[in-house]
């Protein structure tokens, strides 16, 4: 992976810090930085969700450095910016139905620690702040495809928090002139994707149980639709946002996804023919905080920051599976 090149400045000229760097969309935020020279990536992280086995590649990497750490604490997240010059904020807690069982860890963390690290940005100089929004900002909005400027209410406590760190990130722009971008994921997936426990996301999950031959619990009818986005092309969003000059492109949020609508449904049927297993899906009830149907209109991050996503649904998922089945170790039987 990686071999795309998706920025034009010399990366050994800057320096970078991701949080939540030991997590799945972080991890491969540093493979890329790593990859193409960047002169000194730190990743900040508190194991919550993430994992020293994401890390174990780039430990040998004189240009790695591993901060351990929270970003509830404003010392740590100061430290963590000290020197930096690009800050990829990935560090939350993701999962509506965890947000939903734990609202106040889900708050601490993605509204507390994210505040943490705009302040510390903003103290340490940094020069651009980029971070992960959410597609679950478009709460109960059912215009399809989303489109940035039209979003509902939000449907969960993890989409407040989400929608709260865009509010955060557009006052800091104001009142202190600090640049930033925020990037509104839509259903990532790939290698490192936490397969395993009760908040793991869908496609892992259908992976881990059709790679060990359980039964796959679909939540609902399975029409329910996704913009599913390969994780490569969400790190070229973060490095094209990263390398934004226009004052037209900061201090905004853009939709990261593919364009494509594809039921849950639709997604299993794919990987079981990848795994060439026979299962039959188990149905239950649909769960709370999710939002029917999910497209997203990547108009504004093309025209902007000039993403294109170079791959597709069927490609990602035949990449992601084989992946799990080569790293077996990523997976709890
Ligand atoms: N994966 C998706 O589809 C998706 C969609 C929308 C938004 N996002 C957002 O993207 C970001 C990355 O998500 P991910 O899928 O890689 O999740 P992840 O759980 O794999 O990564 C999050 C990382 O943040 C770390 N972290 C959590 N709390 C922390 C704390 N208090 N201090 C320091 N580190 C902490 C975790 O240990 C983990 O390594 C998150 O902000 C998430 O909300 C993800």
């Not at 320096?15 to 890329?32: D, K, M, N, P, R």
């Not at 996804?257 to 639709?266: F, K, L």
């Amino acid at each position: 992976m990686y071999d795309k090149k998706y920025h034009n400045s010399d990366l050994k000229n800057f320096t970078f810090l991701v949080t939540g760097g030991a997590g799945f969309i972080g991890s491969h935020i540093v493979e890329y930085l790593l990859n193409h020279g960047a002169g000194n990536v730190r990743v900040l992280d508190n194991f919550a969700t993430g994992f020293k086995k994401n890390l174990e590649s780039f430990s040998t990497n004189k240009s790695f450095e591993f901060l351990e750490g929270d970003i509830r604490d404003l010392n740590t997240c100061q430290q963590a910016c000290k020197d930096i010059n690009i800050v990829f904020h990935q560090a939350a807690l993701g999962s509506v139905p965890r947000s939903i069982n734990d609202p106040v860890t889900t708050n601490a963390v993605n509204i507390d620690g994210f505040v943490n690290m705009l302040v510390a940005s903003r103290d340490q100089k940094a020069k651009k702040f980029i971070y992960a929004a959410s597609s679950s900002t478009y709460g109960d909005s059912k215009k399809l495809p989303k489109v940035e400027g039209e979003i509902g209410m939000p449907l969960s406590p993890y989409a407040v928090t989400k929608f709260v760190n865009e509010l955060y990130a557009r006052v800091f722009a104001l009142n202190y002139g600090i640049k930033t971008i925020g990037l509104r994921y839509f259903n990532v997936f790939g290698p490192r994707q936490d397969p395993n426990g009760a908040y793991a996301a869908v496609i892992p999950l259908f992976i881990n149980s059709l790679v060990n031959n359980k039964t796959v619990k679909i939540d609902g009818d399975g029409e329910q639709t996704r913009d599913f986005t390969f994780v490569e092309n969400a790190v070229q969003a973060n490095i094209r946002a990263a390398f934004a000059g226009n004052f037209n492109d900061l201090n905004e949020v853009y939709n990261v996804a593919v364009g494509e609508r594809t039921s849950i449904n639709q997604m299993f049927e794919i990987i079981k023919e990848l795994s060439g297993s026979d299962v039959k899906p188990e149905y239950r009830q649909a769960r709370a905080g999710d939002v029917r149907d999910s497209l997203a209109d990547i108009s504004k991050i093309k025209n902007h920051l000039g993403y294109n996503p170079t791959v597709n649904l069927k490609n990602g998922l035949k990449f992601t599976y084989e992946w799990f089945k080569n790293n077996r170790e990523f997976i709890n039987s």
